[in-house]
Every structure is written in structure tokens, then in C-alpha cells.
């Protein structure tokens, strides 16, 4: 009688550790999906310049508003639950960040993502699902490029779901009071 031998297997990543190890990596963007890391495909320049944009453009609707927000540009994670986290193109809080040393986003109420050759799928489906099981986000955004488009999914108080595509103008965002100018944005497209 043998004795197969096998190999441990690799119990699945928590999000700290995850955090963690994304913060050590010389380059390259990560996300955790169920406990696996997930690398994030490399962007063209149009993608980055979309990202720029809609920062630029949340900024200046927070200045506009006179609120007090922070605005976040991609980098920061978004805590799904213990085994997934995100990071989208860009993402807006409300108040001042308490710890500036933080990689997860702290209650965020605005996320937007690009859409990216071969995330829209992704994009459109899966991360609108995760990103509304987080109870402070009200607002999840998708640039699309082509056509050019935001597609507005808006969390009201009762947990319904609308949403609505914008082709140019504005949007609003209630919460937190946030007007943003979307021409600008599609303009790099």
C-alpha cells in the first residue's frame, strides 16, 4: 500500500495580505478576486488620459460644490468583502482622509471604471454587482469608449438601481452634490 503525497493547497488571499503584498510589488496592478490575484492588463494612453480626466473633472465638481471630498485617482482598493477587492480608475469619499498611509478606500460613495479591451464584460456585470455590495457606494460610473458614453448606475436610499446613459452635458451625483461635467472627458476618448 502507497501513500499518495500531495501538496498543501494554498489557502485564499485576505484582503490585508493582499493590500499588503500589491504595496511590495516593484510595478503592475493587482486586484483580488475570491482570494486570488488577479493582474489588471496594461492600459493605452488613451485609457490613462480618460482616468486623468474624469479625476480632474471630480475635483472640480468637489471645489464647485464647496464640499469636502477626496478624490482618488486608481491605486486605492475598494473592499468588496475579506477575499475580493477592486481598484477602480477612480473613486471620490466623502470628508478629508484620516490616514493618508491607507491603500483601502474608506467608505467610498463614487467608483468609476474605463472600460478597457476586454473588461467590458467584466466591467458591466461583475464589478456592478460587487461594487453595490458595499453599503456607502451610491454611484458606479463606466466610461465607455467606444461609443462614447457614461453609463450611470445610481444607489438611491431603498437600494433600487437605476440607470441612465449620458452622452455629453452633465451628471449629477446626489449624494454627495457633486455636478460633473462629462464633455471634457469624453473629448480624450
Keep these: ?27 503592475g496592478r493587482y486586484e483580488l478576486v475570491d482570494g486570488e490575484i ?4 496594461a492600459e493605452g494612453g488613451r485609457h490613462n488620459l480618460a482616468k486623468l480626466e474624469i479625476a480632474i473633472a471630480l475635483r472640480a465638481a468637489v471645489k464647485a460644490a464647496g464640499l469636502v471630498c477626496t ?14 477587492g477592486r481598484e477602480p480608475d477612480a473613486a471620490v469619499t466623502l470628508g478629508k482622509v484620516a490616514d493618508l498611509s491607507a491603500k ?14 476586454g473588461t467590458e464584460v467584466i466591467d458591466t456585470t461583475v464589478k456592478l454587482l460587487e461594487y453595490f455590495s ?27 438601481v437605476t440607470t441612465r446613459i449620458v452622452h455629453g ?18 473629448a480624450v476618448l
Aim: hydrophobic share 45%.
Design 134 to 160: 458595499v453599503p456607502s457606494i451610491r454611484h458606479y460610473l463606466i466610461v465607455s469608449p467606444e461609443p462614447k458614453a457614461f453609463i450611470h448606475h445610481l444607489r438611491a436610499g431603498d437600494g433600487t
Design 104 to 117: 483601502i478606500l474608506a467608505d467610498p460613495v463614487v467608483v468609476v471604471e474605463v472600460i478597457s479591451p
Design 38 to 41: 488577479v493582474t489588471m492588463p
Design 169 to 186: 452635458g452633465e451628471l449629477q451625483l446626489d449624494p454627495p452634490g457633486l455636478v460633473l461635467a462629462v464633455d471634457p472627458i469624453l
Design 71 to 84: 478624490v482618488f485617482t486608481d491605486g486605492m482598493t475598494v473592499r468588496i468583502d475579506a477575499y475580493h
Design 1 to 27: 500500500m502507497s501513500l499518495a503525497q500531495t501538496s498543501p493547497q494554498p489557502s485564499r488571499m485576505t484582503i490585508d495580505a493582499f493590500v499588503d503584498w500589491a504595496s511590495n510589488q516593484a510595478s
